[in-house]
């Protein structure tokens, strides 16, 4: 018998729970990235209550105004969540802003954090550590070109500082950060393309530099973005000025070369093709919901879950107020038994077209699934890596290998050598395995 042992350090210390959320701006091709472009010099509607439906539930407006397109990231220390809502348009008509805010989920209430370096709109969010990084966007109004500024909001000292500039200045774009060292900003509008564009890029956290990666199948942007275990999905997005896909991309990402993204074209859209999407991963599967169907501010009110494992999907429920352009999402676990998960909608662009300042909470419990077979190695030896993130808060992913059909026994230990649990004691096919352990379990 092959028995593979892991020691996990108690008591836990903090996990962060990265999310991805990015948002689009003003171009010179067709694709409308304001209000005023989409509808005219008008006076928008401002959205601010609403009652509660499902199990999407009212939570405290936005502070100080409604808004939409701005960027966004979210925290979690133990069990508190925070979404952070960095640079924004409140006017409809593409004006930025250096003004950040904060939603705390456990008290359901805004607050104001220190302001952006300079105005910014329709620029690319997303946590690493206990850091927030911010890409590219716009710093001003009408068709500018896109800046190539980066940033890093470090949320322990409230303070903003610089980060090397993109090789790129872009909008339409997205990030997504794997495994808190790696952060890929995908496809957008390039300034020296000036169209939609397939690139991708690799920025180490731990280095400060840029990489090409490999590049998207097909330019696109504005589509939902997240990474579910080794994998980066692309939801939709702009083909063209006035054509949106209606399919979905699963990158598969190389451990050992982090620029290497094998990339197929893997199913259809749920719902059918859209741009200004939300794509949220909640442990077992991904929220995808909202958005537009053309380079207008149209609404989509649909949401599915996409199961990654199954390559299924499913309606879901959708917030009360059907919006797009969101300012800002989240997605994380938050309880031991069974995970509470939930969706925070900040935002966005509502029907007439109408400027809101609403935020809706989704809430949900999913089970993390125990074991599943990770695609695409072949191992040549026994082997256990190390568990990640470690500390861990509450839960934690181990991967182990196997060359040949073995009787495996996967045991969690703590300091002083108690047998805290068995999570694996079968026999098992050769290949990579993945599964969780969870505190408190």
């Not at 300079?118 to 500018?144: D, E, H, K, M």
């Not at 919901?289 to 299924?312: A, E, I, R």
Request: hydrophobic fraction near 35%; charge should be negative.
């Amino acid at each position: 018998m092959k028995s593979l042992f892991i020691r996990c350090l108690f008591p836990f210390l903090i996990v962060l729970f990265s999310v991805t959320t990015v948002l689009s701006q003003e171009s010179s091709f067709g694709i409308k990235t304001t209000l005023e472009e989409a509808y005219g010099k008008i006076p928008y509607d401002y959205l601010t209550e609403g009652s509660v439906t499902g199990s999407w539930s009212m939570g405290a407006n936005l502070i100080p105004s409604p808004r939409y397109y701005s960027a966004s990231a979210t925290y979690m220390e133990g069990d508190n969540v925070w979404v952070y809502v960095i640079g924004v348009d409140t006017t409809g008509g593409g004006v930025p802003t250096r003004t950040c805010i904060r939603y705390h989920l456990n008290t359901n209430t805004w607050s104001y954090i220190a302001s952006l370096p300079q105005p910014l709109r329709i620029a690319a969010a997303t946590t690493a550590g206990n850091n927030i990084y911010v890409f590219g966007g716009f710093n001003a109004p009408g068709s500018v070109p896109a800046i190539t500024n980066a940033y890093k909001y470090d949320i322990s000292t409230d303070q903003w500082s610089s980060l090397p500039d993109m090789p790129e200045g872009l909008f339409f774009h997205r990030a997504v950060t794997y495994e808190d060292s790696i952060i890929y900003i995908i496809g957008g509008v390039s300034n020296t393309q000036r169209e939609l564009n397939k690139i991708v890029f690799n920025f180490s956290v731990s280095l400060q530099n840029y990489r090409q990666a490999t590049d998207l199948p097909e330019a696109a942007g504005d589509g939902g973005a997240t990474i579910s275990a080794d994998n980066i999905y692309y939801f939709g997005g702009y083909k063209t000025d006035t054509e949106t896909f209606d399919r979905i991309l699963s990158g598969h990402l190389n451990r050992f070369e982090s620029t290497n993204i094998s990339w197929q074209n893997i199913r259809t859209l749920p719902g059918g093709g859209r741009a200004r999407i939300g794509a949220y991963n909640i442990g077992n599967y991904i929220v995808i919901g909202g958005g537009s169907q053309t380079n207008q501010f149209d609404v989509k009110t649909d949401w599915h879950q996409f199961n990654p494992l199954t390559n299924t999907s499913m309606p879901m429920p959708g917030p009360n107020y059907g919006r797009t352009a969101y300012a800002g999402g989240y997605n994380g676990y938050m309880h031991r038994e069974l995970r509470e998960v939930n969706v925070i909608i900040t935002g966005g662009v509502n029907f007439g077209p109408a400027l809101s300042a609403i935020t809706e909470v989704y809430t949900d419990t999913v089970e993390i699934t125990s074991i599943r077979t990770v695609d695409g190695i072949s191992p040549a030896g026994f082997k256990l890596e190390q568990n990640y993130s470690n500390p861990f808060n509450p839960v934690t992913k181990i991967r182990f290998e196997l060359p040949e059909d073995s009787e495996v026994t996967l045991k969690v230990f703590d300091v002083l050598g108690n047998d805290i649990k068995t999570l694996v004691n079968e026999r098992m096919n050769a290949g990579a395995y993945e599964t969780f352990f969870t505190a408190g379990d």
